[in-house]
């Protein structure tokens, strides 16, 4: 069964730089959720999207934007890295925003921020 | 403030043992519960998700429990095997569509 895609797998970045990461959802689902995971941690919620609009806003930076296109996949576009920027991006998807929908969770990017 | 407590932090055990993982929480109002398992550096995939009326579900050699009077539950897992060497993440919806996650278990099955 087709899962949650995410590209770049591993992406090295320098300070100051931009790094953009993509998710491309189950076909079908119309739900995409951000996630970001630090060394240890529980991963904290971003941002999501329903049907290409924005629905909920979590933790996310101001230097941090995020959209989701007509085919549903969605970007994460993280500009003026910090260090602290380093972590796993998980990107989940669900079909709708019903009560018991489950997320599914794509395999994650990991960011390295030097 | 939702929170999602989860014990024990870490736990080893010998391969064909069973085990029993510990959530409490007190996100309100409650919608449901996931318990989700995390490989390392690798995305959670969802075991079972369980609503208010629910207290017991398995998925194959996995049972979750969920009392929603004291809002804990458990995850049992029957006849260990290696593979199940993960991180065990309990993840709570309340009213909002942002769910609340635990800091997870970290079980570690050796042979």
């Known amino acids: 069964a087709a899962g949650v895609i995410q590209s770049p797998r591993h992406l090295i970045k320098e300070k100051r730089e931009t790094a953009t990461l993509k998710c491309y959802p189950i076909p079908r689902h119309d739900t995409v959720y951000w996630y970001q995971q630090g060394p240890g941690q529980d991963p904290q919620f971003l941002i999501s999207f329903y049907e290409k609009m924005q629905s909920d806003k979590g933790s996310i930076p101001d230097r941090f934007s995020a959209q989701q296109f007509s085919d549903y996949h969605s970007e994460l576009n993280m500009s003026s890295l910090e260090l602290g920027d380093s972590a796993l991006y998980f990107c989940a998807s669900s079909f709708g925003r019903a009560e018991t929908d489950t997320q599914y969770f794509g395999p994650g990017t990991r960011l390295t921020v030097l | 403030k939702n929170q999602v407590e989860q014990s024990p932090q870490s736990l080893i055990i010998l391969e064909g043992k069973n085990c029993t993982l510990q959530?409490?929480?007190?996100?309100?109002?409650?919608?449901?519960l996931r318990w989700y398992k995390q490989d390392t550096g690798r995305g959670p995939v969802s075991l079972t998700i369980?609503?208010?009326?629910?207290n017991t579900k398995s998925n194959g050699r996995y049972t979750a429990t969920l009392d929603a009077d004291t809002k804990q539950s458990s995850l049992h897992i029957t006849a260990s095997q290696l593979s199940d060497s993960a991180s065990y993440i309990c993840v709570v919806k309340g009213g909002s569509y942002i769910p609340t996650f635990g800091r997870g278990t970290s079980l570690i099955v050796h042979p």
């Open positions: 959530c409490n929480y007190t996100v309100s109002p409650f919608s449901n």
């Open positions: 369980m609503t208010f009326s629910e």
